[in-house]
């Protein structure tokens, strides 16, 4: 029996909905196919997006959503993807697979959708392949309530009020293809272009920096030093678990050893150590009255792409695997929201760690859209004091938690259980006067490489669970080998 104590009366951090948030770019079937089909489809669509992808991503309450990369953010030109559709150029995807872009999904069909989906749109801007007027001008025609020529544009192009734009991103992986930038030079990018993000009509602009990918702890250490005076909201960080380790084979989805397996899980879990490291490097340099956060807008699984398919275009199946490194992530980012504001898995539908796959007609929600469908309750909770007795698996902790309080005082706990042959019993130790008891308890559990597929959709999914003892307060749970599990509990 393994003990899990909670102090319901310490709350520690907020959880803002945003950690739940997705990513979606112009690559391979994530918007083409995927998110948009265009209007004059026989797939039932709301302004030509799909509406059964709308309905699940409504499911998971989705909170925010990154666009249009990635890569293709940084030769992405907003332009290009207004007015008439039979007259929007066709460029090149030169990022992913060279395939011809349409530009039939632009602004006015992502901040449309956001708005259909009741989620925060998160602009990822081009930066090192666009100019300084481009961005502001971008940002003026979503925004600006009056009559400027821009504003003018939007409403001809059927867009009367201006859409509100929260989170903007300016650049995208600036150290490697957004530019192959040193740290210094990125930083004096970032204060030029910051500059022109314009807050119009009362919108106003939360703007991120560039971050590093993995532990490039030097590239966080110099950016932050050369712009927190400008008051960023926050610095980006981006991270994939490699189930090899090696990204020129990364490992199947399917088929894999427990070898995989479980490097794929220390990988995911470094993201603990990622998030303290550069964590501390920004808490120790900004300024007292502008904490800076940490948004890590991509993240997951990445894969070798599912065989048969374009290489460029990253289509990976989904496995209870990635359900597990979703929780255990979702987990680490509940337990560090202190300083993480903001979380955005790559990528939304069909590209990675997708929440859902479809092909034509066909939609499927994978394992790990039951992983968000569960953790749901945690957006907007307030984090509790917790801790929790672990073990070692295969050089890593085999369990990872959290939990929230909502503000009914409901207490609201998920657990992953990574160990692919031990179960284990936790124990509840509350510090409260008061007894609580288990009004809710889900699981989702099956072999390491289940997965959910066109022709048995329901292999993986959550389900209600009867494996827990509530014996007047005192209360226990089981976790099987290979689960997630989260309980609610009301008093
Ligand atoms: O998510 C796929 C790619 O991974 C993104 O375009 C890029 O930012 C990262 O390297």
Same mark, same amino acid.
């Given at each position: 029996?393994?003990?899990?104590?909670?102090?319901?009366?310490?709350?520690?951090?907020?959880?803002?909905?945003?950690?739940? /948030?997705?990513?979606?770019?112009?690559?391979?079937?994530?918007?083409?196919?995927?998110?948009?089909?265009?209007? +004059?489809?026989?797939?039932?669509?709301?302004?030509?997006?799909?509406?059964?992808?709308?309905?699940?991503?409504?499911?998971?309450?989705?909170?925010?959503?990154?666009?249009?990369?990635?890569?293709?953010?940084?030769?992405?030109?907003?332009?290009?993807?207004?007015?008439?559709?039979?007259?929007?150029?066709?460029?090149?995807?030169?990022?992913?697979?060279?395939?011809?872009?349409?530009?039939?999904?632009?602004?006015?069909?992502?901040?449309?959708?956001?708005?259909?989906?009741?989620?925060?749109?998160?602009?990822?801007?081009?930066?090192?392949?666009?100019? #300084?007027?481009?961005? $502001?001008?971008?940002?003026?025609?979503?925004?600006?309530?009056?009559?400027?020529?821009?504003?003018?544009?939007?409403?001809?192009?059927?867009?009367?009020?201006?859409?509100?734009?929260?989170?903007?991103?300016?650049?995208?992986?600036?150290?490697?293809?957004?530019?192959?930038?040193?740290?210094?030079?990125?930083?004096?990018?970032?204060?030029?272009?910051?500059?022109?993000?314009?807050?119009?009509?009362?919108?106003?602009?939360?703007?991120?920096?560039?971050?590093?990918?993995?532990?490039?702890?030097?590239?966080?250490?110099? #950016?932050?030093? !050369?712009?927190?005076?400008?008051?960023?909201?926050?610095?980006?960080?981006?991270?994939?678990?490699?189930?090899?380790?090696?990204?020129?084979?990364?490992?199947?989805?399917?088929?894999?050893?427990?070898?995989?397996?479980?490097?794929?899980? $220390?990988?995911?879990?470094?993201?603990?150590?990622?998030?303290?490291?550069?964590?501390?490097?920004?808490?120790?340099?900004?300024?007292?009255?502008?904490?800076?956060?940490?948004?890590?807008?991509?993240?997951?699984?990445?894969?070798?792409?599912?065989? /048969?398919?374009?290489?460029?275009?990253?289509?990976? $199946?989904?496995?209870?695997? +990635?359900?597990?490194?979703?929780?255990?992530?979702?987990?680490?980012?509940?337990?560090?929201?202190?300083?993480?504001?903001?979380?955005?898995?790559?990528?939304?539908?069909?590209?990675?760690?997708? #929440?859902?796959?479809?092909? /034509?007609?066909?939609?499927?929600?994978?394992?790990?859209?039951?992983?968000?469908?569960?953790?749901?309750?945690?957006?907007? !909770?307030?984090?509790?004091?917790?801790?929790?007795?672990?073990?070692?698996?295969?050089?890593?902790?085999?369990?990872?938690?959290?939990?929230?309080?909502?503000?009914?005082?409901?207490?609201?706990?998920?657990?992953? !259980?990574?160990?692919?042959?031990?179960?284990?019993?936790?124990?509840?130790?509350?510090?409260?006067?008061?007894?609580?008891?288990?009004?809710?308890?889900?699981?989702?559990?099956?072999?390491?490489?289940?997965?959910?597929?066109?022709? +048995?959709?329901?292999?993986?999914?959550?389900?209600?669970?009867?494996?827990?003892?509530?014996?007047?307060?005192?209360?226990?749970?089981?976790?099987?080998?290979?689960?997630?599990?989260?309980?609610?509990?009301?008093?």
């Amino acid at each position: 029996m393994k003990k899990l104590k909670i102090n319901p009366d310490k709350k520690i951090s907020h959880i803002n909905r945003e950690i739940y /948030g997705h990513f979606s770019e112009h690559l391979g079937y994530c918007i083409y196919g995927g998110l948009y089909v265009g209007e +004059d489809s026989d797939i039932p669509n709301i302004n030509g997006v799909r509406k059964d992808v709308i309905d699940a991503l409504k499911e998971i309450k989705i909170p925010v959503l990154r666009w249009p990369g990635g890569c293709f953010a940084e030769e992405y030109h907003w332009e290009d993807g207004i007015g008439k559709k039979s007259e929007r150029p066709v460029r090149i995807n030169t990022c992913w697979g060279g395939v011809e872009e349409t530009n039939a999904f632009g602004t006015h069909e992502f901040f449309n959708l956001c708005e259909e989906l009741g989620c925060e749109p998160y602009l990822a801007a081009n930066m090192s392949g666009g100019t #300084v007027w481009e961005m $502001q001008s971008w940002i003026e025609y979503i925004t600006y309530d009056g009559n400027s020529e821009l504003a003018r544009k939007r409403k001809q192009n059927g867009r009367e009020k201006p859409w509100k734009l929260k989170y903007i991103g300016v650049g995208n992986e600036n150290w490697g293809g957004g530019g192959n930038m040193r740290p210094e030079f990125y930083a004096d990018e970032y204060r030029k272009y910051q500059t022109f993000c314009k807050d119009y009509s009362g919108n106003h602009l939360y703007k991120i920096a560039c971050g590093a990918g993995d532990g490039n702890y030097d590239w966080t250490k110099k #950016v932050i030093e !050369n712009i927190k005076w400008t008051n960023p909201y926050g610095i980006s960080l981006h991270h994939y678990s490699l189930p090899t380790g090696n990204w020129d084979k990364k490992g199947s989805a399917v088929k894999f050893p427990d070898s995989e397996y479980y490097h794929t899980i $220390q990988d995911a879990m470094y993201m603990d150590e990622l998030i303290k490291k550069h964590g501390e490097i920004i808490r120790s340099l900004e300024k007292e009255d502008n904490p800076i956060a940490l948004i890590v807008d991509e993240w997951g699984v990445w894969c070798d792409v599912e065989e /048969g398919t374009n290489p460029g275009f990253l289509y990976q $199946q989904n496995s209870m695997r +990635d359900a597990v490194v979703a929780a255990l992530t979702l987990n680490i980012f509940n337990k560090n929201s202190d300083i993480v504001k903001m979380a955005n898995l790559a990528q939304t539908v069909n590209v990675l760690q997708s #929440v859902i796959l479809t092909d /034509g007609k066909e939609i499927l929600k994978t394992p790990t859209f039951y992983v968000f469908k569960m953790f749901a309750p945690h957006q907007d !909770n307030d984090l509790v004091e917790s801790e929790l007795q672990n073990e070692k698996i295969a050089d890593t902790q085999a369990l990872t938690h959290s939990v929230s309080v909502n503000g009914e005082g409901e207490l609201f706990v998920t657990f992953s !259980n990574a160990s692919l042959d031990k179960s284990f019993e936790i124990e509840f130790d509350i510090a409260s006067e008061e007894k609580y008891s288990v009004s809710d308890c889900e699981i989702l559990t099956a072999k390491k490489e289940d997965c959910n597929t066109f022709e +048995d959709r329901e292999k993986v999914i959550s389900k209600a669970y009867d494996g827990y003892n509530d014996n007047n307060g005192q209360i226990s749970v089981s976790l099987p080998p290979v689960s997630v599990v989260c309980l609610k509990l009301n008093k």
